[in-house]
Nanobody, 118 residues
Framework: QVQLVESGGGLVQPGGSLRLSCAAS????????MSWYRQAPGKERELVAQ????????NYADSVKGRFTISRDNAKNTVYLQMNSLKPEDTALYRC???????????WGQGTQVTVSS
């Protein structure tokens, strides 16, 4: 059974930090590119960050560059999103996404809520 389980969300003050984790099971994690997406109420889903299967390349939305860092540990089947200097506009449901382009398979997690507020 394929699972992507996010954790680490919560309520944080502006300027604070959070580290999100996404634990994968049921598929060969190391062969999947992983991404973090977010969606705020009334807004479209936004790609936040991507990392290749081996972790050698990353990509970020302009809105989070310099503040967020995506990383992965293939030995632990986990992808992370370190979020620093958080802003109220970062408030959203954050979901992880795994994709294997060659197999044509992709998986979504259920998400973890991040709220940035004083």
């Amino acid at each position: 059974q394929v699972q992507l389980v996010e954790s680490g969300g919560g309520l944080v003050q502006p300027g604070g930090s959070l580290r999100l984790s996404c634990a994968a099971s049921g598929f060969t994690f190391s062969s999947y590119a992983m991404s973090w997406y977010r969606q705020a109420p009334g807004k479209e889903r936004e790609l936040v960050a991507q990392i290749t299967s081996a972790g050698g390349s990353t990509n970020y939305a302009d809105s989070v560059k310099g503040r967020f860092t995506i990383s992965r540990d293939n030995a632990k089947n986990t992808v992370y999103l370190q979020m620093n200097s958080l802003k109220p506009e970062d408030t959203a449901l954050y979901r992880c996404y795994g994709q294997n382009y060659y197999l044509g398979r992709n998986y979504w997690g259920q998400g973890t809520q991040v709220t940035v507020s004083s």
